[in-house]
């Protein structure tokens, strides 16, 4: 199986930056692309981001483009979300996520870290 830990998370002022990382283990697949959810108090859970694991290739959300970056260490086995210019409204617990490239939908998911974001 495919084993998500998230980390990084934290609170910070609005306008600063923080950086999380998924540290993937497992079985693991150039194949794969991996993506940052974030679920915030009372609201569903909505996209961030996406990378392909082989092609580095990006998506993101409207909401965060411009100012999220997501990237990907081969060697370390991680994924980072370097998140800029933080609005209180990024506050949520941010999830790693990992779906094969054959499927739509993400089949496995870390434990989330919290991103409190203050004004």
């Known amino acids: 199986q495919v084993q998500l830990v998230e980390s990084g998370g934290g609170l910070v002022q609005a306008g600063g930056t923080l950086r999380v990382s998924c540290a993937v283990s497992?079985?693991?697949?150039?194949?794969?692309?991996m993506g940052w959810f974030r679920q915030a108090p009372g609201k569903e859970r909505e996209f961030v981001a996406r990378?392909?694991?082989?092609?580095?290739?990006?998506g993101y959300a409207d909401s965060v483009k411009g100012r999220f970056t997501i990237s990907r260490d081969n060697a370390k086995n991680t994924v980072y979300l370097q998140m800029n210019s933080l609005k209180p409204e990024d506050t949520a617990v941010y999830y790693c996520?990992?779906?094969?490239?054959?499927?739509?939908?993400?089949?496995?998911w870390g434990q989330g870290t919290q991103v409190t974001v203050s004004s």
């Open positions: 497992g079985r693991t697949f150039s194949t794969y692309t």
């Open positions: 996520a990992a779906r094969r490239d054959s499927l739509s939908s993400f089949g496995y």
């Open positions: 990378i392909s694991w082989s092609s580095g290739s990006t």
